[in-house]
Nanobody, 124 residues
């Protein structure tokens, strides 16, 4: 499985961005896919993940109510809609996937499959 993330950029606080992550390989209907982020000097943080099989989702406390994860199984793509961005959302965002749909495994950052990262910078 190869993952290609895109959509990062420089925005102002309060703006929105949508990240995309396209997966290669076999059909993604069984996948769990998600997003992590890492800010300079900080540990990697789980942001959100979604099980394509049943649509169940998880969100980190810091993004609940502002970020929404969705997916297009036909396109094998997961999206992260980020609204009302804050300065503290500045980080490199990485997508990750579990082809077997293991949500807990994914949420703990234990997947072997990671995208290359896309930078999100929020300015005041």
């Amino acid at each position: 499985v190869q993952l290609q993330a895109s959509g990062g950029g420089l925005v102002q606080a309060g703006d929105s961005l949508r990240l995309s992550c396209a997966a290669s390989g076999r059909a993604a209907s069984s996948y769990a896919m998600g997003w992590f982020r890492q800010a300079p000097g900080k540990e990697r943080e789980a942001v959100s993940c979604r099980a394509n099989s049943d649509g169940s989702t998880l969100y980190g406390d810091s993004v609940k109510g502002r970020f929404t994860i969705s997916s297009d199984n036909a396109k094998k793509t997961v999206y992260l809609q980020m609204n009302n961005l804050k300065l503290e959302d500045t980080a490199v965002y990485y997508c990750t996937a579990s082809p077997r749909g293991w949500m807990v495994h994914l949420w703990r950052g234990m997947s072997d499959y990671w995208g290359q990262g896309t930078q999100v910078t929020v300015s005041s």
